[in-house]
């Protein structure tokens, strides 16, 4: 396929540049009046329209782009898009004035999700799961990260993982699966932590490790959920099976969970809303992504992250959105990107680079995506005609992707 006319290619990122740190997110390369070509499935060359090369002005397949932006797809590396249904009766709530920990020591939350995925079939969740993923491609998505975390038992853990699984399968996007199991007591270990970190080192792990069902480990590191010595517990047991980290941290209070995911390797720390000076010390040092989720702030009506502290001391930021039926029911990348500018002022650039390559690294996948560069994958989204690249955020809740292209194919769902 040959994409011609394109008003701006964006995120030109020479191939080797794996991660955006600081001041580097404020850098988006943007090619004006370009082409680009696609074959087997890769990025093969672009250039400007002014010097395309005869030869390839005469290729078969061409999709004119005129006065659109062609953009990497965006890199989703933080959802929970398995689950069994929604959570309506908790917006009432939610609406009254109910905090979060509220609705969830009201027996809501997470634990009234695992009642209904516990009793859903396989089939069942793959379906609403697929829906929803067909949506999120649709508005621009062409990588995704699935977490599991509403089973909270071994049978119904192994389920959430085998139906991500099914979509890795099935769907012509990369996705990565995460083992969540802790991410809520069950009510039958209410006061017995301890025997349920038993039951996802002892039990589920080997399970889930003989079968090959997760890429990444996380723990929802909260008061009131995993306190920091529990989620030492579990991520080193599952180092021992070669899980690395992704984890839920300072979403409601600042703890140590930065410092023990740090610790443990942590590929990404995720939520981040709360944070202070020792939360970017500790991270100052290490490879660790910053993944923040904007749209559950907004959803909750809890604090936005300080995305513009983290820039400034040179961290390295993503953006995703926890698609979930609890904090945010809503795959919507673009909304992200929208809320990343408006609400944690941060400048379009770096929300679009945070949303593409540095959510392609959030999942160790920007060797292969989230940049324009000659050999990576032609996950790619082209847009309506837009007067510019920050139009995109701007126009907030209207989308302007108009066409989605996956393996250089168009997708339409
Ligand atoms: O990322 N914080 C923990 N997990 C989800 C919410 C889960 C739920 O409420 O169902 C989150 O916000
Ligand atoms: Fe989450």
């Known amino acids: 396929m040959l994409i011609t006319n394109i008003k701006g290619l964006v995120g030109l990122h020479p191939k080797d540049k794996l991660v955006l740190r600081g001041n580097e997110l404020s850098d988006l390369p943007v090619l004006e009046n370009a082409w680009l070509l696609i074959e087997d499935g890769l990025i093969k060359d672009f250039g400007e329209m002014s010097s395309i090369p005869s030869q390839i002005s005469n290729f078969p397949s061409q999709v004119s782009a005129k006065g659109r932006y062609v953009f990497p797809s965006w890199c989703d590396s933080h959802t929970h898009i398995v689950f069994a249904a929604s959570r309506e009766e908790e917006f009432a709530m939610k609406i009254q004035g109910k905090s979060y920990e509220e609705i969830a020591a009201a027996g809501g939350g997470i634990l009234n999700s695992a009642r209904k995925l516990q009793k859903a079939t396989e089939d069942e969740l793959f379906q609403s799961a697929a829906q929803r993923l067909k949506q999120m491609i649709l508005q621009g998505t062409g990588a995704v990260e699935i977490k599991s975390g509403y089973g909270l038992t071994t049978e119904s853990e192994i389920k959430m993982l085998r139906v991500i699984r099914r979509l890795k399968d099935q769907f012509p996007i ?10 809520a007591f069950p009510a039958e270990f209410k006061n017995n932590h301890q025997g349920y970190i038993d039951l996802i080192v002892n039990d589920m792990l080997p399970l889930i490790a003989a079968e090959k069902l997760a890429d990444y480990i996380d723990v929802f590191c909260e008061k009131g959920f995993f306190s920091v010595e529990e989620t030492d517990q579990v991520l080193k047991a599952g180092a021992r099976y070669g899980l690395k980290p992704k984890i839920h941290a300072n979403q409601l209070s600042v703890s140590g969970a930065i410092a023990v995911a740090v610790e443990n390797g942590a590929i990404s720390v995720d939520h981040l809303e709360e944070s202070n000076e020792e939360t970017i010390a500790t991270l100052k040092n290490a490879d660790t992504i910053v993944t923040l989720l904007p749209s559950c702030s907004f959803y909750l009506g809890i604090p936005f992250a300080d995305a513009k502290g983290f820039i400034k001391a040179g961290l390295p930021m993503a953006l995703a959105t926890d698609y979930n039926p609890g904090s945010t029911p809503s795959g919507n990348m673009n909304f992200v990107i929208s809320l990343a500018c408006i609400k944690m002022k941060m400048f379009p650039e770096q929300a679009i680079n945070g ?55 168009i997708y339409n769902g």
Do not use: R, W
């Not at 990369?174 to 991410?183: G, R, V």
């Open 174 to 183: 990369p996705i990565k699966a995460t083992f969540l199991a802790a991410h």
């Open 355 to 409: 949303a593409t390559l540095n959510g392609a690294a959030a999942m160790e996948l920007s060797k292969d995506y989230g940049s324009i560069a000659v050999g990576k994958k032609a996950n790619l989204l082209i847009t309506k005609p837009m007067p510019s690249i920050a139009y995109l955020p701007y126009s907030f809740g209207e989308s302007q992707v108009d066409q989605v292209i996956l393996n250089g194919e």
